[in-house]
C-alpha cells in the first residue's frame, strides 16, 4: 500500500517556477515508477511526465518538455516536479501517481493516487 501527499501548488505569474513535492508512504515506495498528471478545469486528466523507480530515467509531455523536471528522492520518499517558465495554460490541479510499470501514461492502469495540488499561472 501507497500513499501519496502532493504539495507546493499555488498562484504563480506567467513566466514564473514553482515546485511539488510530492511525499509517499509505504515500505515499497522505491520499487514503483512515479507518474505526474494534470487536469484543467473542464478538460481529461492528462499525462505530464514520469520518473523511474531509481530515478535514471524521465519521460515528459510535448507540451512541457524543457520547461519541467521530475527527480526523486528514495530515501526521503519523495518526487519532485519542477515546473518553470509557466505558462497560463499550464493552470491545473497536479497529481503524482505511482505505478509498477515505468511509461504507462495511462490514467485507468495507475495503481495509487494523491488527491493532487492546484496550480495556477495568471497572464
Known amino acids: 500500500q501507497v500513499q501519496l501527499v502532493e504539495s507546493g501548488g499555488g498562484l504563480v505569474q506567467a513566466g514564473g517556477s514553482l515546485r511539488l513535492s510530492c511525499a509517499a508512504s509505504?515500505?515499497?515506495?522505491?520499487?514503483?515508477?512515479v507518474d505526474w498528471f494534470r487536469q484543467a478545469s473542464g478538460k481529461e486528466r492528462e499525462f505530464v511526465g514520469a520518473?523511474?523507480?531509481?530515478?535514471?530515467?524521465?519521460v515528459y509531455a510535448a507540451s512541457v518538455k524543457g520547461r519541467f523536471t521530475i527527480s526523486r528522492d528514495n530515501a526521503k520518499n519523495t518526487v519532485y516536479l519542477q515546473m518553470n517558465s509557466l505558462k497560463p495554460e499550464d493552470t491545473a490541479v497536479y497529481y503524482c501517481a505511482a505505478d509498477r510499470t515505468f511509461d504507462n501514461r495511462r490514467v485507468n492502469d495507475m495503481d495509487y493516487w494523491g488527491k493532487g495540488t492546484l496550480v495556477t499561472v495568471s497572464s
Open positions: 520518473i523511474n523507480w531509481s530515478g535514471g530515467l524521465t
Open positions: 509505504g515500505r515499497s515506495f522505491s520499487m514503483y515508477a
